[in-house]
């Protein structure tokens, strides 16, 4: 049975007309509509942390100021248990020890709260005492190591947040089985930090300063010279620590991460320090209506990316935005660009990153996402000519960031070069699969010193890339996941990535030999991965979601005519279409899936995610149809 031709065309009608529609309101209130925000599930997680920080908080100061917030981040926390007894990340994700051990932990506070709930505090134990084989410190410490290994950047708080709760009992006891983090070493200049060898990944300095703090303070070291040294440097990493704090007061716009400062202050008589009364305000500026916190508080830049250039997917024009909206919505992507070295992880200016909240931190997905709606916001000739100035600027300055983001291996890690040790500074494939698009979207547009530079980084990532192909012909992202797949990996996402990327000819004008073969590979594990209804998850073991099999028709359809030997794409990309379009309602419904990876393998679902990739989809295959010449006649059957 073909493509019904009016089917795909009402479909995408419907879902972008309600993308268009999610849109903000212009900032200057002018007619038509601004960028998009989007919405984060709310998490477990972050509740919890925050619920424990503003009790330790209220506690240190001897006031009630947060005691509504707890009540009712605690009674969602309640409504929100899993049938087994734990909690997962989001209301939609499976129990697992990391969430279930804290929301435990945040119900142990406040003794009046852990009372009226005690039959929820009894299920977590029994779901805890399961999994860990018994309920104390040392067996929960190692049932949590196991599942972070040795990055200690999320282990650590969790053990923590432990501790301060009163879960492991009082004293030096409670602390025993915690990992001393080095606060200390804060005090070098940052750019050392990648030759320290420190136990938490580039973005977890705040963790490392006050969480390192309240080890030492509730158990410092018999050691004293390290006693004396750490002594000696807590007022300056107390200062670094306020110098890399945004405006907001969240720390990445995260409430785990900014709980878990504010909890560490609270408990060492910081109570009253700058840092613990920004982060405060912070959580109470970002709770939710119905009492939690979600993981982070937006993807404003990453969703607006995504938007655009799913609107223009397939080499569409945006005529669905009017030139108005194009203008200022470049303007206002081009405001997001960070224009100075940046105090967290010292990132160079040119980069762009996830939000346009001042806690947001350049990185290498959403710049090249930001270099590549730009592309398509431009309305002059952009073919070797970039007739603004502003944006000729902003184009070399985000290309030359990712330039020199580009680590040995010819990879691109997420926030800094060099790291490489844990898992989230690694180069990753779907990263680098990214900034190869958005290195040639420009490369015509540079001046001759940058482009070669680019010639050679590009050749540099390809041979990454080919490195880093499983066996199976799959590549694994380092940003998303699924529950349901194995090892909960989604070699879907970003094989589906890296596909979209192989048509981009290496130096010599060319798809080598080898590129050519791992595009191959990788379309031999795409096909037969496709589930019997006709979508995707995130391999061949999950069930279908509406993200994971839009991203896999966006790729095949985009590498249409570049099988080399594979067979069964056609057929493969009409299952897919016909699957989102009676899943969609027509591209009415999106039920977002929890596919996203948060920092520390923390899942989320974005409200926005399916909706955007259903229309670059949709508009791929649209284009294809129409580019065949087929009507709505002759595609009916």
């Known amino acids: 049975m073909a493509l019904d031709f009016n089917a795909v065309e009402q479909t995408l009608r419907a879902a972008r007309a309600e993308l268009l529609a999610a849109r903000t309101q212009s900032v200057d209130r002018r007619p038509g509509y601004g960028h998009w925000v989007g919405?984060?599930?709310?998490?477990?997680?972050?509740?919890?942390?925050?619920?424990c920080a503003l009790q330790l908080l209220d506690r240190a100061t001897g006031s009630e100021v947060s005691a509504g917030l707890v009540r009712n981040g605690v009674t969602w926390l309640v409504d929100n248990i899993n049938a087994d007894g734990g909690w997962g990340d989001t209301v939609d994700s499976p129990s697992n020890i990391s969430t279930t051990a804290l929301c435990w932990a945040a119900l142990g506070v406040n003794h009046h709260l852990a009372k009226a709930h005690h039959t929820t505090v009894e299920q977590a134990q029994d779901w805890l005492a399961q999994r860990a084989g018994r309920l104390n410190a040392e067996h929960l410490a190692e049932a949590i190591d196991a599942v972070y290994g040795e990055d200690r950047t999320f282990s650590v708080p969790i053990l923590t947040m432990c501790a301060l709760a009163g879960r492991f009992g009082k004293g030096r006891q409670a602390w025993s089985r915690m990992t001393q983090l080095p606060f200390e070493l804060a005090v070098f200049p940052r750019g050392w930090f990648h030759r320290l060898g420190l136990p938490v990944v580039s973005y977890a300095l705040p963790a490392l300063i006050a969480i390192g703090q309240a080890r030492h303070h509730h158990s410092p070291t018999r050691n004293p010279i390290m006693r004396w040294i750490r002594h000696l440097t807590r007022a300056r990493t107390l200062n670094v620590l306020q110098s890399v704090q945004p405006q907001s007061g969240g720390f990445l716009e995260a409430a785990p991460l900014t709980s878990f400062v504010l909890m560490s202050l609270a408990s060492i008589g910081e109570a009253d320090h700058q840092a613990a009364r920004k982060a405060a305000a912070f959580l109470a500026d970002s709770v939710r209506e119905d009492g939690s916190w979600p993981i982070d508080t937006n993807l404003a830049t990453w969703v607006t990316t995504l938007s655009i250039n799913a609107l223009a997917a397939g080499n569409s024009s945006l005529d669905a935005v009017p030139e108005?909206?194009?203008?200022?919505?470049?303007?206002?992507l081009l405001d997001q660009q960070h224009l100075k070295r940046h105090p967290y992880t010292y990132a160079a200016p040119g980069g762009w990153a996830w939000t346009n909240l001042s806690g947001g931190v350049p990185d290498a997905d959403d710049t090249p996402g930001a270099l590549l709606a730009l592309q398509h916001l431009t309305m002059e000739d952009t073919f070797g000519n970039i007739a603004d100035e502003r944006l000729q600027q902003a184009i070399e300055s985000g290309m030359g960031w990712l330039l020199d983001l580009q680590n040995k291996d010819g990879g691109i890690p997420t926030f800094c070069r060099g790291w490489g040790k844990l898992p989230f500074d690694r180069s990753s494939p779907d990263l680098t699969a990214h900034t190869l698009r958005g290195w040639d979207a420009?490369?015509?547009?540079?001046?001759?010193?940058?482009?070669?530079r680019v010639t050679g980084a590009t050749r540099r990532a390809v041979?990454?890339?080919i490195a880093a192909q499983q066996t199976d012909g799959a590549w694994v992202p380092l940003w998303f996941g699924n529950q349901s797949s194995a090892n909960q990996r989604n070699p879907l996402y970003g094989t589906t990535r890296v596909l979209?990327?192989?048509?981009?000819?290496?130096?010599d004008g060319r798809l080598s030999k080898g590129w050519l073969q791992a595009q191959k590979r990788g379309l031999e594990w795409v096909l037969p991965a496709q589930n019997s209804d006709g979508g995707w998850g995130g391999d061949s073991s999950a069930p279908s979601s509406v993200e994971e099999t839009a991203l896999a028709v966006e790729a095949l359809v985009e590498t249409q005519g570049r099988s080399h030997g594979t067979t069964g794409k056609s057929d493969a990309i009409e299952r897919g279409t016909r699957w989102l379009i009676d899943?969609?309602?027509?591209?009415?419904?999106?039920?977002?899936?929890?596919i996203g990876l948060y920092f520390a393998k923390l899942w989320y679902s974005e409200h926005l995610y399916p909706l955007i990739f259903t229309v670059a989809a949709l508009q791929n295959v649209l284009n294809q149809l129409t580019n065949k010449g087929l009507s709505s006649a002759s595609t009916q059957t």
């Open 442 to 452: 420009w490369r015509d547009c540079l001046p001759d010193g940058l482009r070669n």
């Open 39 to 51: 919405e984060l599930s709310s998490s477990a997680l972050s509740t919890a942390t925050a619920v």
């Open 324 to 332: 108005e909206e194009r203008s200022r919505l470049r303007d206002w």
């Open 500 to 507: 979209r990327a192989s048509n981009i000819a290496l130096p």
């Open 583 to 594: 899943r969609t309602r027509g591209g009415t419904v999106f039920a977002p899936a929890p």
């Open 463 to 465: 041979e990454y890339l």
